[in-house]
């Protein structure tokens, strides 16, 4: 079980007078990847030209390009809302960008109530993220939200 207090405490002191975007963002995916248990992938894809463009990252190389509203990242940032899916391959529309993920959650960034960017986290497992993940990494965005604005 991980400690998001802890790690939305870390992610808090990484961010201490830290005004680089790109900065904040590849220390934030590192600290997910160390962190977190039965993860592939983590990492955020930013709104660019009305698409999804990959950012920094931990994991293997993933899509550099997803439309608005298809796949679980494109959906999350259409709907403005966190997606958390137990089996990928029943995800209507699934982009399969590594073909051992079969979980996912996906939150979306936001400034003044608007996506800019969406935070993933891929999973080998089935049915990875919980309940109490979906809690933690919502926290876990709005520090980043609150870093970049």
């Not at 079980?1 to 680089?20: F, G, I, S, V, W």
């Not at 990928?88 to 400034?111: M, T, W, Y």
């Amino acid at each position: 079980m991980t400690d998001y207090k802890l790690l939305n405490a870390q992610l808090q002191a990484l961010n201490e007078d830290n005004p680089y975007r790109i900065a904040i963002l590849a220390n934030a995916s590192a600290l997910l990847f160390q962190t977190l248990t039965d993860i592939n992938w983590a990492g955020f894809y930013l709104l660019e030209n009305n698409r999804l463009v990959l950012g920094p990252f931990q994991g293997k190389v993933a899509c550099v390009q997803i439309p608005l509203g298809k796949g679980v990242c494109g959906t999350a940032f259409a709907e403005n809302r966190t997606l958390r899916v137990e089996d990928v391959h029943q995800f209507s529309g699934h982009i399969a960008c590594d073909s051992a993920s079969n979980s996912e959650i996906v939150i979306p960034l936001r400034k003044d109530g608007r996506p800019f960017g969406v935070l993933d986290i891929d999973s080998p497992l089935l049915s990875r993220f919980s309940e109490e993940d979906r809690v933690g990494l919502e926290e876990f965005a709005k520090i980043i939200e609150t870093a970049l604005s």
